[in-house]
């Protein structure tokens, strides 16, 4: 009897574990991770292949990346200047790249409508009698 109920569990357990695999929605976040991590490939790409030359190209040297304030503390501030314009192009880039492929929803177009001439109130506009006021239209 008791081989019967670990059986029953056990295939209880699954089928939890299933449903919550299925309504939580972990496949679609795996995939979506996966999908993300090769998105990042391409970002880092399109930036290190095609942008990073020509702002290379643009700069004096790549001295700039090296600036330290001079002291006892080193801020390097040249470091931290190169990973913010870093980041402003992969961002730029990442958000280009998912607008070209996302195309948003066309909006739902409103139901047609007239305003009531005696109360102002909007009605359908296949009506023939007000619904607030109930004046001929």
């Given amino acids: 009897m008791a081989i ?3 059986a029953t569990t056990s295939r209880s357990t699954f089928q939890e574990f299933k449903a919550f695999l ?3 929605n972990v496949l ?12 990042n490939n391409v970002v880092q790409g399109v930036v290190d292949d095609l942008i990073m030359p020509i ?4 700069t004096p040297g790549g001295e700039w990346a090296k600036w330290e304030t001079p002291g006892p503390v080193h801020f390097k501030l040249g470091h931290l200047l190169s990973v913010i314009v870093n980041f ?11 607008k070209m492929f996302i195309k948003p ?5 409103a139901p047609a409508t007239k305003t009531c001439p005696h109360c ?5 506009a296949a ?5 607030y006021c109930t004046s001929q239209i």
């Fill in 105 to 109: 929803e066309p909006a739902a177009a």
């Fill in 120 to 124: 102002r109130m909007a009605v359908d």
């Fill in 4 to 6: 019967s109920n670990v």
């Fill in 55 to 58: 702002i290379a190209a643009g």
């Fill in 127 to 131: 009506a023939t009698r007000c619904a």
């Fill in 28 to 39: 679609a976040l795996a995939i979506a991770v996966v999908v993300g991590a090769a998105l």
């Fill in 88 to 98: 402003i192009i992969v961002g730029f880039v990442a958000w280009r790249l998912t």
């Fill in 22 to 24: 299925i309504k939580g």
